[in-house]
């Protein structure tokens, strides 16, 4: 099944403490990115990377990193996580970015930064 | 930079009505525009993709239109279900590095 899979899918943990979020896609999709999703903000980008070795910053970049080693794996790294990182993560996938290909999203990771 | 609006932001209507969701946006330079729905504790799911090229697009009861010059989009939602329930989101997507850009969503309610 094609799919994007994120974990872990729900996370409490405390201030400093570095996590990771893993994102893997089993598509063969080039582009894959990161978003936050707030209250009344709504979804917001934070990275993005057209393919392999090639990330860019989003909107919302601070107090986060990505690597994109292989073409399936996208992990979202918080080096010292504080609690307005506190949020529902989504991770997507498109075949390519900005040629018409329809994002595939996977089903979220809640991160409660305490 | 791209802004995105929704309306109405939330809708409760009975079972069996035909539906429009609103959207406007600020920057008529996209690619194309997506709508998703998200139900709760799940991802999004893409609902139709409309090339900036395209007027609209159909899938089953769902019927999409652009119009990229005045900055809008239109989600008909047609003979609406329980089902249908969830909320609503709608993405322009700028070339290549820019992305989605979602609006805030309609929060959908079908009465059975």
């Known amino acids: 099944e094609a799919q994007v899979t994120q974990n872990p899918r729900y996370l409490i943990t405390v201030t400093g403490k570095k996590l990771t979020v893993t994102c893997s896609q089993n598509m063969n999709h080039e582009y894959m990115s990161w978003y936050r999703q707030d209250p009344g903000l709504g979804l917001r980008q934070i990275y993005y990377s057209m393919n392999v070795e090639v990330t860019d910053k989003g909107d919302v970049p601070e107090g986060y990193k990505v690597s994109r080693k292989e073409k399936r794996n996208f992990p979202l790294i918080l080096e010292s996580p504080s609690p307005n990182q506190t949020s529902l993560y989504f991770c997507?996938?498109?075949?390519?970015?900005?040629?018409?290909?329809?994002?595939?999203f996977g089903d979220g990771t809640r991160l409660s930064i305490l | 930079k791209q802004e995105v609006t929704q309306i109405p932001a939330a809708l409760s209507v009975p079972e069996g009505e035909n539906l429009v969701l609103n959207c406007s946006f600020t920057d008529s330079a996209i690619y194309n525009l997506q709508w998703f729905r998200q139900d709760p504790g799940k991802g999004l799911t893409s609902l139709l993709l409309?090339?900036?090229?395209?007027r609209e697009q159909t899938s089953g009861r769902l019927n999409a239109s652009l119009d990229k010059s005045s900055g809008r989009s239109t989600l008909y939602i047609a003979a609406s279900q329980p089902g249908d329930s969830a909320t609503y989101l709608c993405a322009p997507e700028g070339g290549g590095a820019d992305g989605l850009t979602f609006g805030k969503g309609t929060h959908l309610i079908i009465q059975p």
């Open positions: 409309i090339q900036s090229s395209q």
């Open positions: 997507a996938s498109s075949l390519w970015g900005g040629w018409n290909q329809p994002q595939h």
